[in-house]
């Protein structure tokens, strides 16, 4: 299946997209991690939401920028504007799509996308970022 990154929509929506690690990875087969659209206004989310594109799991239609719901009243005003990204059918709909490694895969494929360019990954104090691949240097072996 096409990745996000191939959708005509994708240079628009690109620089609205914000990674937030939300737990410890469990390796690299099961990160952790949403993938957050924060649209500038009504307008962009609007359009946005009306977006289509195949499951990457399935090929069935779905929108790949949803709204999340509030979780009160009291939060709707700024609720409405809480956009995700998410690359297959609802869990409701079709759950093995969004547990496969098609969507996986996406997942991986859009957050390296977005830190390659924006370098925006929100990493929360409490949890450990990945750590860089060590050199030769850092790993104890000297200059001669
Ligand atoms: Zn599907």
């Not at 952790?32 to 206004?41: L, Q, S, T």
Request: proline fraction near 12%; aromatic fraction near 8%.
């Amino acid at each position: 299946m096409i990745s996000f990154l191939f959708h005509a929509a994708f240079p628009e929506v690109a620089p609205f997209i914000r990674i937030e690690i939300y737990g410890r990875d469990g390796g690299p087969d099961r990160p952790r991690h949403r993938i957050e659209v924060d649209p500038p206004d009504d307008a962009a989310a609007g359009r946005w939401l009306a977006l289509t594109m195949p499951c990457v799991a399935c090929g069935t239609l779905i929108h790949p920028i949803r709204q999340r719901r509030p979780k009160s009243s009291r939060g709707r005003r700024t609720a409405r504007r809480h956009l995700y990204f998410a690359p297959t059918c609802p869990l409701s709909e079709r759950l093995p799509c969004s547990r496969g490694p098609a969507a996986r895969d996406e997942y991986l494929i859009i957050r390296r996308a977005i830190e390659w360019t924006t370098n925006k990954t929100h990493v929360p104090a409490a949890v450990t970022p990945v750590p860089q691949a060590q050199t030769l240097f850092a790993s104890g072996v000297r200059e001669p």
